[in-house]
């Protein structure tokens, strides 16, 4: 019940298209769910977060819809670059304790 | 702000060595946390503090892996003695206080175990 499932485990897409990743929880306890980013050799760094109090945010050229009766949340983005080129993470935790990660998607943008 | 930092970024021991890994959170962040990154399990979280005391270890492997916080700008990873499954990237993250869920990570460090 703490896994978030997280898909594709890989993705291409060319240059100004649109990349959807896709993930699904099962603790109905969880109330933060972040997207992280994550360059070669680097950490993962904060993208975008939603709590299920609303069903969409967008920030520039992503876009997190969340539905909470599917328990279900998804990563839009849209004018896809190759610099979004990066391994993606859905994350989900409850009353601010640990992060339960995804297992990760491989986004390329083919220019 | 120089964001969380780690040492060493790589570190290529023997199997049965010891290993310590080091962390400097964010200064003013209350909370701590140390990951272990593998291509097979993926982001897996090891062990979380707040104000310096651990608050949930048990995704700890086992009894060779232990993690202190003497205080608030320092906590340690150590593996002993190392095995080759060790073998990984291990992250340290930060968070502050007041509500906020945002985990800030650091740049991590490769472990190799021969």
Redesign the interface.
């Known amino acids: 019940q703490q896994q978030v499932k997280q898909s594709p485990q890989s993705l291409i897409v060319q240059k100004g298209g649109i990349s959807i990743i896709n993930c699904a929880y099962e603790n109905t306890a969880f109330d933060y769910f972040p997207w992280y980013q994550q360059f070669p050799g680097k950490g993962p760094a904060l993208l975008i977060a939603i709590r299920p109090d609303v069903s969409e945010k967008k920030e520039g050229r992503f876009t997190i819809s969340f539905n909470k009766s599917a328990k279900q949340f998804s990563l839009h983005i849209m004018d896809s670059q190759p610099g979004d080129s990066a391994t993606y993470f859905c994350a989900a935790s409850r009353n601010t304790g640990k992060l339960i990660f995804g297992q990760g998607t491989t986004l390329q943008v083919k220019p | 702000d120089a964001g969380?930092i780690q040492s060493p970024r790589h570190e290529v021991t023997e199997m049965g060595q010891e290993v310590t890994l080091r962390c400097k959170p964010i200064s003013g962040h209350n909370s701590l946390?140390w990951y272990r990154q593998t291509m097979m399990r993926?982001?897996e979280?090891l062990i979380?503090f707040n104000n310096n005391v651990p608050i949930?270890d048990s995704g700890m492997p086992e009894d060779r892996f232990s993690a202190k916080m003497p205080n608030a700008s320092f906590s340690t990873l150590k593996i002993q003695p190392s095995e080759p499954r060790d073998s990984a990237v291990y992250?340290c993250?930060s968070r502050s206080g007041g509500?906020?869920?945002?985990?800030?990570?650091?740049?991590?460090t490769r472990l190799t175990v021969l």
């Open positions: 969380v946390f993926g982001l979280l979380y949930d992250f993250a509500g906020t869920d945002t985990q800030y990570f650091g740049p991590g």
